[in-house]
């Protein structure tokens, strides 16, 4: 909230400055009015106007995204009501998200999403590999809300929706270099460059080129080392082949690789108060290991490591007709992993967590969209999907005590992990009939078949001491303590309406019921003795939802607000318990019922002809209800279960944003300014830790030359320097394992357009 208030205090003359040197012809090339322009999204899997669509949702067209120098998720973390987009941080690029308090706290790969990412028609499977540098993009389209009838799979609190950019009729190429800082370590370098164009008179061809290489945003006070290195390269081809009216089919085959560092893993006060400067009990001290939590302080001796590669192809084919369009969408996306994590946090090596995981994916859509009739349209469409991931997860615990008793490279092994395999079918179909000019009914449905199949090596049964794990699930070694399948059968409806209350306002309201299919945990590592409740499944849950919400147009911008109610029945909750052995223990069980209410309000209005003006407003009230699982962790179920807060569910969020077009000469300008904030939520079942309130200050002043071509640009990201944990985890042996995000971030780019 101070800096809430310094913004206040300072804007109005910051405004009267800016607005006095306005340049006042903004025809040419990009201007903050481009904030109010309607974007055109694929919402019900059609493309209309996003103020058309009877969905609440935050969309940004590749305009708008360039003006506010979006870059990954991370930049979405906060800014839209009831919507927190982070990285969990255990490993990087792992997608946390929740929107209006529905989401997961697991890297765990068998533990899927509960918002759902789409990139380029296609859905995402499994959470890792998802926050990375993103580029050449069309457009984002964040959906408030479970969505599960069109988008099914897991989407439970929303969908994201990604579109890359095509190729164009004309060539057109495009540079850009960057470097950003800020923090106490060192610097990274962006590079970027795309080129498209016509290849022939039916082929477009695109291609473009991603590089940034971290040197290390942070300092391990270990040893003074930057920490936080990170490579990322990735090359995206693109392809748009349209031999007549009646058929496109567009082509996109991508690869990316990623080689950083380990994450930065802070310890800090405990829970139960304890810090970090010993282990649990044995004589080994862990100097200098306790930190303020509200600082990007870490002393880990053990800086750990991450490589990751992604191969992703997708392709579209579109026949047109004269009432509708049949759409296939094919994708296929690998993705493999080897990591090293410092999880003790600390200045001794007590647990360390190598281990690699892959996963594969194979979908297809085949869908039609359009008019039945003068007064009935349909989208309706067959989905099929397939999944294998493979997990290895081996923990290195305690090797600090050996190295003491004069044996250095020796540990107690934990090893295990397992094989997953998904198996969906799905049909959908929505209609929208037209009772009257302006009253629309909307009816859907998704008929859901998915099978699971796990074979699960426990960690806690393999168990050695020596410098080496006992076994490895790749080779084939670890034996399998847990062999399972299931199937669910589910049927997703929604019913709603559509009524036009005037020129340029819509209300709309609906009703729907969607599923979170069950699953497994592949990270198990407790006994059902010691834990009876800690299977290694859990079952499905089911989402009801009532909202009703109106868009508002109007002359200089426009107004859009929400209420809903959720209930959850047999909420998926992910656990971590203090396990005296193994350190720390993921269970994925059903919690109960969880209620979620709340609304949001967000909005872009014109102060002037050159100043636009972005806000938001979003709150959500949760409370457990029936709860059919212990949280606490003392085995009964009681009022203090019942007392605790819902994690992942940030009561109050709201923004406030300025976006201002002035002149420098004969350049034309453009400066951001804008505020974030997000409540304090809580990261585990039992409360034991959380993740801090976030106020985000942000700041970008852009010239751009008379033809458009150059772009020379400064901003701050974060100026608060505000404190961000991925999660926070509670130890055995005391202390915590809070990954850090970056704190402030400067920079400055080029962009060149040829």
Known sequence: MKNFSKLLIAL???????MSTSAQDTETGLSSNVLIEEVVVTARKKEESAQDVPVALSAMSQEQLEILKFRDFNDLAVGMPNVAMDDIGTTKGTQNFSIRGIGINSSIASVEPAVAIVVDGVYMGVSAGMVFDMFDLESIEVLRGPQGTLFGKNSTGGVILVNTALPGDEIKQKARLAVEGGGPGGNNNIMQYSYSG??????????SIHRSDDSGYFKNSYDGSNHGQFEQDTVRLAFLYEPSDSFDMALRMENSDQDGSGPAAQCHLGANGTGCQADDGAAVPAPNSTFDRNSLDFNIDNPGFQKSETDFVTVTMNWHGDNGTWTNVFGKREYSLEVDLDVDARSISFFDAPGSSSMEQISNELRYSGSLTEKLDITSGLFMYEGDVMVWDNRALRGALYAAAGSPGIYLWQSGGGLHNVEQTALFTTLDYAVSDDLSLNIGFRLTDEEKEIHLASINRNVSVGASPPCSVPAGTCPFDYIDNDSWKTTSPKIGFTYNAGESSMMYGYWTRVFKSGG???????????????????????????????????????????????????????????????????????AGDIEYRGFEIDG???????VTMVASLGYVHSKYKNLISDLTGDFIIDALDYALEVPRAAPLTYSLGFNIDGNLGTWRSITRISYYHRDKSYYNENNQGFINEQDILNFGYDIYSSDGKINIGIYGKNLSNEVKHGGDTNLSFGGTFAPLAKGKIVGAELVYKF
């Open 12 to 18: 109005p003359a910051f405004l009267i400055f800016t």
């Open 198 to 207: 016509p290849v022939s008179d039916n082929l477009k061809a695109k291609i």
């Open 520 to 590: 497994y945990n592949l990270r198990n590592s407790v006994d059902l003795a010691t834990f009876p409740d800690a299977s290694p499944k859990a079952d499905d849950e089911t989402v009801e939802t009532l909202e009703f919400g109106m868009k508002t147009d109007f002359e200089k911008g426009r107004l859009n607000w929400a209420f809903f109610n959720t209930v959850v029945d047999d909420s998926q909750r992910m656990t971590n318990i203090q396990d005296p052995v193994s350190g720390v223990a993921q269970v994925v069980k059903n």
């Open 604 to 610: 872009v209005y014109t102060i002037a002809d050159t």
